[in-house]
């Protein structure tokens, strides 16, 4: 585990911690569901590349235990083998998550502790995966791995639709503004700079600070940077991997600028669908905790559900309508997750776009109306004699 991360951490959950548990704790079972149904052995691979002590010291939870739960969840529940493996360097680290390994080990769920970098114990864990699904989070407190090696398990050794392969991964957006201020100063840490060059493939990303300098003069031209760099990450890796890459801000407040992405990878519209949903629940989760810790203080900066949805609704209605004036054809809204929901991906829960079918089933633009299809994303659409 990263350097950064001291004995205070394990103490409490901080708030992007929140976040980013409860979306695994949401995603997870669905990822392994949705795919170890279809598996050769019923067999889903699972790697917590940065998984430190797996349980906080108040005992809640962190994200090795969260994994060892959804793996006894799913063993007993649907009997799907999630095969855990987690990744620790730090020695104190290691010993307390083997505890909680040791735990789940001895009612059967199986799993293992390495102790050392994810990068030696990659390759094995890919290996064990041949013929099964693979999930890999990857959630370090400072640089994750080079994106060329992220590129050559996803889209060398991992290149086909199915077994499925997705990836959640912690991007640091505190690491890129430190390190943007080494490019902006003449005394810059060189070798910190080839470190991040290893990280997003390449020397481009410089070049957005350098930019930053030119623009000293103009409010905000640093953070702007630093948006930018996160956008250009993400767009460079769905280009090289060939996957669909979506990326969530995580914050300790509204009021402060994040600090890391989470990225996300797949090449299952089944596993975006899912995935949006499952992020608009885990930030509903978010701004409850953040209630919770200072009530008073941000209280009336929490949006509220109800005006989201109704701010969404027509949006996400207007999209699936020009949808289905191009297409001309019944189109199923799983295949197109990201046109249907537009700006409020990831911002509101599958059950909105069950009220944009029926929304414009009311305006005759569609005869249909998702009456009886249990899931929202098995909806299909047809266009009405209005958009014809």
């Given at each position: 585990m990263?350097s950064?991360t001291s004995?205070?951490?394990?103490a409490?959950?901080?708030l992007?911690s929140?976040?980013k548990?409860?979306?695994l ?9 949705m ?11 699972y790697?917590?590349?940065y ?7 108040n ?8 994994a ?7 063993r ?5 083998t999630?095969?855990?493996f ?8 290691h010993?307390r ?12 769920v ?15 864990v ?9 999930f ?14 992220l590129?050559?398990?996803?889209a060398?050794k ?6 499925a ?5 912690n ?11 080494h ?15 290893d990280?997003?493939g390449?020397?481009w990303?410089?070049?957005y ?6 623009s000293?003069?103009r409010?905000g031209?640093a ?7 996160a ?8 280009q ?5 890459v ?10 402060q ?18 995935f949006?949903?499952?992020?608009a629940r ?6 409850k905790?953040l ?8 209280f ?12 969404a ?5 207007a ?7 191009r ?8 295949d197109?997750?990201l046109?249907i929901?537009?700006s409020f991906?990831g ?14 089933h ?9 009456v ?7 909806i ?8 014809v």
């Amino acid at each position: 585990m990263s350097s950064g991360t001291s004995g205070e951490y394990w103490a409490d959950k901080a708030l992007p911690s929140v976040f980013k548990h409860d979306l695994l704790r949401r995603y997870l079972p669905q990822f392994g569901g949705m795919t170890g149904t279809q598996s050769h052995d019923k067999r889903v691979v699972y790697l917590d590349g940065y998984a430190g002590e797996g349980r906080y010291e108040n005992g809640q939870p962190a994200s090795g235990e969260i994994a060892l739960r959804v793996a006894s969840h799913l063993r007993a529940k649907a009997g799907l083998t999630l095969e855990c493996f987690f990744s620790e360097a730090q020695a104190k680290s290691h010993d307390r998550l083997s505890e909680v390994v040791q735990q789940y080990r001895s009612r059967g769920v199986r799993a293992h502790a390495h102790r050392g970098e994810v990068d030696s114990v990659l390759d094995q864990v890919v290996e064990r995966a041949v013929r099964e699904p693979l999930f890999l989070f990857l959630d370090p407190c400072g640089l994750v791995l080079p994106q060329d090696r992220l590129v050559e398990v996803l889209a060398r050794k991992r290149p086909q639709k199915r077994p499925a392969t997705e990836l959640l991964m912690n991007f640091s957006m505190m690491a890129v503004w430190r390190l943007g201020g080494h490019v902006r100063s003449p005394k810059g840490n060189e070798r910190s700079l080839q470190r991040f060059d290893d990280v997003c493939g390449g020397t481009w990303w410089r070049e957005y600070f350098a930019d930053a300098v030119a623009s000293r003069g103009r409010n905000g031209a640093a953070e702007d940077a630093i948006e930018a760099v996160a956008a250009e990450y993400a767009r460079r890796l769905e280009q090289r991997t060939g996957m669909v890459v979506q990326s969530v801000p995580v914050s300790h407040s509204p009021r402060q600028r994040a600090v890391y992405r989470l990225v996300f990878a797949t090449r299952s519209p089944y596993g975006l669908w899912v995935f949006g949903d499952a992020v608009a629940r885990a930030r509903a989760e978010w701004w409850k905790e953040l209630e919770e810790r200072e009530e008073d203080a941000l209280f009336s900066l929490a949006p509220d559900p109800k005006e989201v949805e109704a701010k969404a609704l027509p949006e996400i209605a207007a999209n699936l309508e020009k949808l289905l004036i191009r297409s001309r054809r019944q189109v199923k809204l799983v295949d197109h997750t990201l046109e249907i929901f537009g700006s409020f991906y990831g911002q509101v829960t599958e059950k909105v776009a069950r009220q944009a079918v029926r929304l414009l089933h009311e305006q005759g633009k569609t005869p249909s109306n998702g009456v009886g299809v249990k899931r929202t994303r098995e909806i299909t659409v047809a266009p009405g004699s209005l958009l014809v």
